[in-house]
């Protein structure tokens, strides 16, 4: 069983900059590709960020797609999302998510771990 902390969320004017972070405890971090997907009230969960395990291969959302940086460190056994240039629209709960193989993926269906959640909150 892995165990996902997120951390680092807020309250923030728009233009601003926060970074998560989600930390994993438990069964081994070793290679697993890791996402980050948020949910805005009333509205689906939907993909943000995704990394493999070697931290080689990295995919965003079209909406966070050069204002968010996905990163990871293996030894401290944490995965990043740097947000940059903050709007309104990027306002939800930000889930950090893990799944047993390396290989990422933009589907939250293929994760099998998951956080509790962190609020970002961009005021316009």
């Not at 309250?11 to 890791?34: K, P």
Request: net charge positive.
């Amino acid at each position: 069983q892995v165990q996902l902390v997120e951390s680092g969320g807020g309250l923030v004017q728009a233009g601003g900059s926060l970074r998560l972070s989600c930390a994993a405890s438990g069964r081994t971090f070793s290679g697993s590709a890791m996402g980050w997907f948020r949910q805005a009230p009333g509205k689906e969960r939907e993909f943000v960020a995704t990394i493999s395990w070697s931290g080689t291969y990295r995919s965003y959302a079209d909406s966070v797609k050069g204002r968010f940086t996905i990163s990871r460190d293996n030894v401290k056994n944490t995965m990043y999302l740097q947000m940059n240039s903050l709007k309104p629209e990027d306002t939800g709960t930000y889930y950090c998510a893990a799944k047993k193989s390396s290989s990422a993926s933009v589907y939250a269906a293929d994760y099998d771990y998951w956080g509790q959640g962190t609020q970002v909150t961009v005021s316009s």
